[in-house]
């Protein structure tokens, strides 16, 4: 009797949907220090895609908190390793910390290999901090 509930249950599951993957490349903002001058962003990327990234350099555009634009720079994450996880952080000159508002990613400036999932596909783009939003 049991086998017989089973076999259902068991066909259930199988024609359920699978998960959506993962996104291939994930960048999170997660910390904004003040530095003589300057602001440093610190941003963890994680490389989920089965290929190394050799470079990936992001074109940004950094936002007062009145909306008005304070910076356009490029951030070079250099290497992603498959399935790591990297640290990179930047020192924007004249930036006050407190007064950032939001930051676009405003596209892949450059990527290689140039076909590699993490270069094709949408980053997942986040902030820890409550303070300033992070766009794509």
Same mark, same amino acid.
């Given at each position: 009797? &049991?086998? =017989?509930l089973l076999t259902p249950l068991?066909? #259930?599951?199988?024609?359920?949907?699978?998960?959506?993957?993962?996104?291939?490349?994930?960048?999170?903002?997660?910390? #904004?220090?003040?530095? /003589?001058?300057?602001?440093? #962003? *610190?941003?963890?990327?994680?490389? /989920?895609?089965?290929? %190394? $990234?050799? =470079?990936?350099?992001? @074109?940004?555009?950094?936002?007062? =908190?009145?909306?008005g634009v304070a910076a356009l720079?490029? $951030? %070079?994450?250099? /290497? $992603?390793?498959?399935?790591?996880?990297?640290? =990179?952080?930047? @020192?924007?000159?004249?930036? &006050?910390?407190?007064?950032?508002?939001? *930051?676009?990613?405003?596209?892949?400036?450059?990527?290689?290999?140039?076909? &590699? @999932?993490?270069?094709?596909? &949408?980053?997942?783009?986040?902030?820890?901090?409550?303070?300033?939003?992070? #766009?794509?």
């Open positions: 009797m &049991a086998s =017989r068991i066909c #259930l599951g199988l024609s359920l949907p699978l998960p959506a993957s993962a996104d291939p490349v994930r960048l999170e903002l997660n910390a #904004l220090h003040p530095r /003589d001058g300057a602001c440093q #962003l *610190v941003f963890v990327a994680q490389n /989920d895609a089965e290929t %190394d $990234l050799s =470079r990936l350099v992001l @074109e940004s555009v950094l936002f007062d =908190r009145s909306g720079t490029l $951030l %070079d994450l250099q /290497d $992603l390793p498959a399935g790591h996880m990297r640290v =990179r952080s930047f @020192e924007i000159n004249g930036l &006050a910390c407190d007064g950032l508002g939001r *930051v676009l990613i405003n596209g892949v400036n450059d990527c290689a290999p140039a076909d &590699a @999932e993490g270069c094709t596909e &949408a980053l997942a783009i986040t902030s820890r901090l409550d303070a300033v939003e992070v #766009l794509q």
